[in-house]
């Protein structure tokens, strides 16, 4: 939204094809790109090629695949078998990841253990497969970019998978969230590379100046094929001073978790107060007792 030209980078814009093949992207896929949301329709191109001309065999991206060719792939064998669900993972482990200015600031911190939920065909089972995979955050690097209303991050594990957040500050009233969440994943089981992303999302809602924590389990729905589930998440992607959390807001589901503590606390407190007061009346009664004899 600025009539100025606007310089952005990003180490990756989820567009992935095979050698040898051209990508093709018809739909309008947005892209977190630095602090914006470019969006690309209409694509077709090659890299590497070999040829005067783009290869006729083309990688097709996920949006265009869910429109075009999704109703073809179920024709038969979904309703056969149930094939074996892949085993779940676990819960996730947590990483710490950074971003810094140019300057070497650090602007953004996260800490939060990670979970992938991605719908994609399956190349061993030959049909479409709900799988969740975690990230594992000794293989993951992060990156992005700070700006004044928006800040960006970028994990990376290896060439199998890349998460982008795009946070985004309203400054009237003080608070930011998380507006956007992009996704690449190449795992062994595709048939072509999965990507998607949504840049309309509102999660994560926090006050500048303040970290948003969340240690129960949160799942972020991204759209039908992929959605991301978080853990034992702290994050500030604004106002860091000093490169450390500040005081950190609690999410509601941690709220509503350290209420049924709390509630069992009162009644025990309750409970040892009228044994104190049985006992106090009764120690005040006998004591009369002994008087009056
Ligand atoms: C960006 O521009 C569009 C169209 O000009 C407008 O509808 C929208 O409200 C603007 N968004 C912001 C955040 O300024
Ligand atoms: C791509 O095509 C070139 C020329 O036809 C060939 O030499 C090369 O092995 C191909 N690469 C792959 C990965 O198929
Ligand atoms: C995958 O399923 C399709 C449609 O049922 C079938 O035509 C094809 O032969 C299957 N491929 C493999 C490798 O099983
Ligand atoms: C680094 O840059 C940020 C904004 O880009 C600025 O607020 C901060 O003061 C700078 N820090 C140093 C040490 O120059
Ligand atoms: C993955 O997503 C599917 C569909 O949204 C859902 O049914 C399933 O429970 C999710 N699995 C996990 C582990 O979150
Ligand atoms: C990463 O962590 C996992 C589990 O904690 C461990 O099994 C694996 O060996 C580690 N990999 C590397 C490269 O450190
Ligand atoms: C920013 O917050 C104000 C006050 O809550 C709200 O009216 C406004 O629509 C928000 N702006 C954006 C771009 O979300
Ligand atoms: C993107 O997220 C919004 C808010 O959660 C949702 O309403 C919308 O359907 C999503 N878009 C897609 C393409 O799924």
Not at 179 to 204: I, Q
Request: glycine content about 6%; charged content about 10%; hydrophobic content about 35%.
């Amino acid at each position: 939204n600025s009539t100025a030209v606007v310089t952005v980078e990003t180490t990756s814009v989820g567009m992935v094809a095979r050698v040898n093949t051209t990508y093709r992207c018809f739909s309008a896929s947005p892209v977190i790109v630095g602090g914006a949301i470019v969006t690309f329709s209409n694509v077709t191109m090659e890299a590497y090629m070999t040829g005067d001309d783009l290869s006729p065999n083309e990688s097709v991206c996920t949006a265009d695949q869910s429109f075009t060719t999704a109703p073809p792939p179920p024709p038969s064998t979904t309703t056969a078998a149930p094939a074996p669900v892949p085993t779940p993972p676990g819960t996730p482990n947590q990483g710490s990841y950074s971003v810094s200015n140019s300057n070497g600031t650090v602007c953004l911190l996260a800490r939060m253990a990670l979970q992938l939920n991605i719908s994609h065909f399956s190349a061993s089972q030959n049909k479409t497969i709900q799988e969740v995979v975690n990230l594992l955050p000794n293989q993951t690097t992060s990156s992005g970019s700070c700006d004044p209303t928006s800040a960006t991050l970028v994990l990376t594990q290896g060439s199998a998978t890349n998460l982008s957040f795009l946070f985004t500050l309203n400054t009237t009233s003080n608070r930011y969230h998380l507006t956007g969440l992009s996704v690449v994943a190449a795992w062994s089981d595709m048939t072509a590379p999965f990507n998607t992303s949504n840049s309309s999302l509102d999660y994560l809602r926090g006050s500048l100046g303040r970290s948003y924590m969340c240690s129960s389990e949160q799942t972020l729905a991204v759209d039908q094929s992929f959605s991301l589930n978080t853990f034992q998440l702290q994050v500030q992607p604004f106002g860091i001073s000093r490169g450390q959390f500040a005081q950190a807001e609690e999410c509601l589901l941690d709220q509503d978790n350290m209420l049924i503590p709390i509630v069992v606390g009162a009644a025990l407190a309750g409970l040892v107060l009228i044994v104190l007061i049985a006992y106090l009346i009764g120690r005040k009664r006998s004591h009369a007792g002994y008087q009056t004899i």
